[in-house]
């Protein structure tokens, strides 16, 4: 039976998907500024929603701590100080450097395939090709995200896949987006699937160490220059 107020409901989930999506890939490639203030007719015009998708839509990234919605004030784009930043840039090199000695370990042989597959459709990206920029979607379409998964350690996917993933996407992102970085990332990222797939823990854990102590000395070096 044809039920107007389901239909209704499914509109309004999917319009608030599409907002989500534009919305939250705006804020981590840098489109919109962390920090920035934002009202919610300005970005209704911006992505041609109504009122209602989009207040799901902020919703679901306030849970994300992408946005944070302040009673009378408005909307604020979540922010990092410089600090706080390379702080969480130190942990993830040791967490991510166990999660990748774990991978190596842990990952089933499709696990790998599905890793170098990942990969190779990176390879693929035309920002990637022109040393611009390495975005990676979110989940499975992750590098990092995939190595943690496969560290099939529940603790320490926890610890890596919860409320700061999606702000360290978004940093990583912004800062990969300089000269000769793009494409390092990526040869990094393969030197790290080599070593997962050839089952040596001591290497995945070194390199994935090395790989995250790069990024983090990139952006000490934008940041000082920016200063």
Do not use: C, W
């Not at 995200?145 to 610890?159: C, D, M, P, Q």
């Amino acid at each position: 039976m044809y039920n107007p107020a389901l239909e209704d409901d499914r509109a309004l989930r999917t319009s608030a998907d599409r907002v989500f999506e534009a919305l939250q890939d705006a804020i981590v490639r840098g489109d919109i500024a962390p920090g920035s203030r934002v009202g919610e007719t300005e970005l209704a015009e911006r992505f041609s929603t109504s009122r209602g998708p989009l207040r799901e839509a902020l919703r679901r990234l306030e849970s994300r701590r992408l946005v944070e919605r302040t009673p009378h004030v408005g909307i604020r784009i979540a922010s990092l100080d410089h600090a706080a930043l390379i702080e969480l840039y130190y942990l993830r090199e040791a967490l991510e450097g166990m999660a990748a000695r774990l991978a190596a370990l842990n990952m089933t042989s499709d696990e790998v395939t599905g890793l170098k597959n990942l990969l190779l459709a990176h390879e693929q990206d035309e920002a990637l090709k022109a040393d611009t920029a390495y975005f990676q979607q979110e989940g499975d379409f992750d590098f990092h995200y995939r190595v943690i998964h496969g560290s099939h350690n529940t603790a320490l996917t926890e610890l890596l896949i919860g409320e700061l993933y999606h702000r360290i996407r978004m940093y990583r992102y912004q800062f990969s987006a300089y000269a000769n970085r793009p494409q390092k990332a990526l040869g990094e990222h393969q030197r790290i699937v080599e070593a997962i797939e050839a089952r040596d823990g001591d290497l995945a854990e070194m390199l994935m160490r090395r790989h995250i102590s790069s990024a983090r000395q990139n952006i000490e070096k934008h940041l000082k220059e920016n200063s």
